[in-house]
């Protein structure tokens, strides 16, 4: 096979995990793309696909074997490479090879940008692709995740990503505002800053914390019209970053503070930094000062030794607090990590019962937040149009893609996706708003 008759290969991914584990695809994809190969969304199109994975925790484990043997499946058909990257290869790639033995290749995180000499190793032909800076968009055209960071110090007790991805290290500032750049180029309005942690941006590379400044550089950039922070950890959002959001046109009123629990045994028990008092400090501040940022964040149920006291704590927190976008994780037994051998392991029964209450007990408060919000107006940014029930689907800058809620609006001759208007809401009903364009 000649090289001109391996670029008339299509190329197809299946990304899993987390948007920064997505970052790694598009990166790869852009320069398979670059080299001269087709690439398709549509995998069953393509002759070579890649299973992009995540290996978090023991599901996300689960549902990447599970694509991995669908598509090996397909080799006895069109597929003819089947190639694995991300947190699985990282995590288990030694247990791997032997069980999947017709996987064509394993790549590790830290060899992505060989991934155009592995496919051309596969086909038996020699070459040295240069690696080149680049994004292929695999979202909605109109915003991006823009990751400033790998890797994790935090050294959670229930977390695998230290071991996984390596200690914490960001990118070089100038690097990242090249990238943004490029990404508006491309027609992307909404930039959302991904890591493990964005609050410890800068620290290992610069000796002092730059988020901020990342942030306004940012700002500078045209077309760029909404900047939104994900995964700042309650013990380093301080005031100045506050007033950043609150103070900077270009950044949404919004943001990820993953706090986990509130119960401080539980806290210590994780090896979090913050206490009971500090969670309820920031979230108390944050509501009487800076009124206008949403508070998003994430809590684990069923962690080893929780008892009802201490989940009920939880509960009464949730109501207490009136946060507007939580998600829930049931706690999974990680190996190698320190939660792994604690005693008094939550039976999995308890665990699913608790995250249904906590998941009902969060959908009163929001429900009770957002019915406030009918009859203002509020800036919508158009993501998509829904044939079957024949609204636009969009977001507020209180709502982030994917995990919070949307806004349905009425059909209008203006609408475009990806721009952002001001619409009134009208209605909300079961985790839904509704709009009209002003």
């Not at 670029?7 to 598009?26: M, Q, T, W, Y």
């Not at 058909?77 to 290869?89: A, P, Q, S």
């Not at 950043?244 to 990820?256: A, G, L, M």
């Not at 509130?262 to 400090?281: A, G, P």
């Amino acid at each position: 096979m000649t090289l001109e008759e391996l670029k008339e290969k299509k190329v197809s991914a299946i990304s899993l995990g987390c948007d920064k584990n997505r970052v790694d695809l598009e990166k790869m994809l852009y320069n398979i793309k670059n080299f001269g190969f087709t690439v398709t969304e549509n995998p069953l199109e393509a002759q070579i696909i890649i299973v992009n994975t995540c290996a978090f925790i023991g599901p996300a484990v689960s549902e990447a074997i599970e694509n991995i043997i669908a598509v090996i499946l397909e080799k006895q058909n069109r597929v003819e490479k089947v190639i694995v990257t991300g947190c699985l290869v990282n995590r288990y790639e030694a247990e791997l090879k032997p069980r999947l033995t017709e996987v064509d290749a394993f790549v590790q995180v830290k060899d992505n940008d060989k991934i155009v000499d592995v496919i051309l190793g596969l086909y038996n032909l020699s070459g040295k692709y240069k690696y080149k800076n680049g994004r292929l968009i695999t979202n909605l055209p109109h915003y991006a995740y823009l990751k400033i960071a790998d890797g994790c110090d935090n050294g959670c007790a229930y977390c695998t990503i230290p071991r996984i991805r390596g200690r914490y290290r960001s990118t070089p500032m100038e690097e990242l505002v090249v990238e943004a750049k490029d990404l508006a180029k491309q027609g992307v309005k909404e930039l959302i800053l991904v890591a493990q942690d964005i609050t410890r941006y800068g620290i290992d590379i610069y000796d002092e914390y730059k988020l901020i400044p990342l942030i306004k550089e940012l700002s500078k950039i045209k077309g760029i019209k909404w900047i939104r922070l994900h995964y700042c950890y309650p013990e380093m959002v301080t005031d100045e970053l506050l007033k950043e959001i609150v103070t900077n046109p270009k950044v949404c009123k919004y943001i990820d503070v993953p706090m986990q629990h509130i119960d401080d045994k539980i806290l210590k028990e994780m090896n979090r930094r913050s206490s009971e008092q500090d969670i309820r400090n920031l979230v108390a501040n944050i509501k009487q000062n800076y009124p206008e940022i949403a508070i998003r964040t994430t809590f684990i149920v069923g962690f080893p030794g929780e008892t009802r006291k201490q989940f009920n704590k939880l509960l009464d927190f949730l109501k207490e607090a009136r946060l507007n976008n939580v998600g829930f994780f049931a706690y999974c037994k990680e190996e190698k990590t320190k939660a792994y051998f604690m005693k008094k392991q939550v039976s999995n029964f308890v665990k699913r019962r608790r995250l249904k209450k906590a998941q009902t007990v969060q959908e009163q408060v929001a429900n009770a937040l957002n019915i406030d919000i009918i009859g203002q107006a509020v800036d919508v940014i158009v993501d998509a149009y829904d044939d079957e029930v024949g609204y636009y689907i969009g977001r507020t800058q209180q709502n982030s893609p994917e995990v919070d809620f949307v806004v349905l609006l009425e059909e209008n001759p203006n609408i475009k996706y990806g721009e952002i208007f001001k619409a009134k809401i009208t209605d909300y009903t079961m985790g839904v708003f509704k709009g009209e364009i002003i």
